[in-house]
């Protein structure tokens, strides 16, 4: 695949203030396992999607500018500017070429967060999408997990905007380096990858579960997709 321009890493430093200021003003975020991210190299996060404020709060608690990804649905008006002015990844259609742009990231040593539960819902990772396994497979990146809790609670739709100072949790976990087995080519390589990083995702989630005083959501609440 052929890789196109990344985004502006510069971009997602100086507006990296702006998704601190969110997390930790005016919404209360603890966050637990900040030193399982590598300070340098590619890197791929991942993490659960249950609300509208994933994205800023995923963004402003990371230890390092990244780039995520954000449907394209979410490019409208005033976000539109905001989600290009902070170097973020847009996804339409089949998603190559946020993929393609996304490698270029990781190229350059960069960080890339993605959401592979792919649409807002009850956050405990019962389906993954295959994006962030190609990118740590050929982007030679390592997979950290991140479990978010309380950007929505049961009852409230996917598109809540919590009231200031919600208390939120976010847990990262140890990363994961991909380790393909030699015999395995072609798509056999992916589908390892896929297995080992959906594995890796579902376990962290549990984990995290079992050390939050803040449950999960308990519904899929209609709502916008992001």
């Known amino acids: 695949m052929r890789r196109p321009r990344p985004p502006s890493r510069l971009r997602a430093v100086i507006c990296r203030p702006i998704g601190w200021f969110l997390a930790h003003v005016y919404w209360s975020t603890s966050?637990?396992?900040?030193?399982?991210?590598?300070?340098?190299?590619?890197?791929?996060?991942?993490?659960?999607?249950t609300g509208f404020i994933d994205g800023p709060v995923a963004f402003g608690i990371m230890p390092r500018p990244t780039h995520f990804f954000v449907k394209g649905d979410m490019y409208k008006h005033g976000l539109?500017?905001?989600?290009?002015?902070?170097?973020?990844?847009?996804?339409?259609?089949?998603?190559?070429?946020?993929?393609?742009?996304?490698?270029?990231?990781?190229?350059?040593?960069g960080a890339i967060g993605i959401f592979p539960?792919?649409?807002?819902?009850?956050?405990?990772?019962?389906?993954?999408?295959?994006?962030?396994a190609w990118l740590a497979l050929h982007g030679h990146a390592p997979v950290v997990p991140l479990a978010l809790f309380g950007?929505?609670?049961?009852g409230e739709s996917v598109d809540v905007w919590p009231r200031p100072r919600r208390r939120l949790l976010a847990?990262?976990?140890?990363?994961?380096?991909?380790k393909i087995p030699d015999d395995l080519v072609g798509r056999a390589r992916q589908r390892f990858a896929e297995e080992a990083?959906?594995?890796?995702?579902?376990?962290?989630?549990?984990?995290?579960?079992?050390?939050?005083?803040?449950?999960?959501?308990?519904?899929?609440?209609?709502?916008?997709?992001?």
């Open 31 to 49: 966050v637990r396992g900040r030193d399982h991210i590598p300070r340098k190299g590619p890197l791929v996060v991942i993490a659960n999607h």
């Open 80 to 109: 539109g500017l905001v989600l290009r002015g902070s170097g973020q990844i847009r996804v339409d259609g089949s998603g190559r070429e946020a993929l393609a742009r996304a490698g270029a990231v990781l190229d350059r040593g």
């Open 117 to 132: 539960e792919g649409t807002r819902g009850s956050g405990d990772a019962s389906n993954i999408a295959g994006g962030a």
């Open 151 to 154: 950007t929505r609670l049961t």
């Open 171 to 178: 847990v990262f976990g140890k990363p994961l380096h991909l």
């Open 197 to 226: 990083v959906a594995r890796v995702f579902r376990d962290h989630i549990r984990f995290a579960e079992t050390v939050s005083d803040i449950p999960l959501p308990q519904d899929d609440s209609p709502g916008e997709e992001s």
